[in-house]
């Protein structure tokens, strides 16, 4: 499975964003996905996560109420809604894949990756 993650860029506080992640390959449905941020001198940190089928989510708390993730296996693409951004919001974001559910997804490194994408959010 290969991954392409899009749709970063400049927001103001409060403002929203939506993050795309594109598969290429023919078993992307049978895949959990996840979001994973990595801001300026820290760790990589897990946002969301969504099983394989889309009927179950795991959000990190900082994030819960906020974002929203969701997959359409029939276009191979996943999505991080993000509302209400805050300045702390700022990083690079990842999309990742792999056969688990969506509350291991925040426990594991997944298998597979795609570049990140750049939100920058303003005060």
């Known amino acids: 499975v290969q991954l392409q993650a899009s749709g970063g860029g400049l927001v103001q506080a409060g403002g929203s964003l939506r993050l795309s992640c594109a598969a290429s390959?023919?078993?992307?449905?049978?895949?959990?996905v996840g979001w994973f941020r990595q801001a300026p001198g820290k760790e990589r940190d897990f946002v969301a996560a969504?099983?394989?089928?889309?009927?179950?989510?795991y959000y990190t708390p900082s994030v819960k109420g906020r974002f929203t993730i969701s997959k359409d296996n029939a276009k191979n693409t996943a999505y991080l809604q993000m509302d209400t951004l805050k300045p702390e919001d700022t990083a690079v974001y990842y999309c990742?894949?792999?056969?688990?559910?969506?509350?291991?997804?925040?426990?594991?490194?997944?298998?597979?990756w795609g570049q990140g994408t750049l939100v920058t959010v303003s005060s």
């Open positions: 990742a894949a792999d056969r688990t559910t969506a509350r291991a997804m925040s426990a594991i490194t997944p298998y597979y």
């Open positions: 969504i099983n394989w089928s889309g009927a179950t989510t």
């Open positions: 390959g023919p078993t992307f449905s049978s895949y959990a």
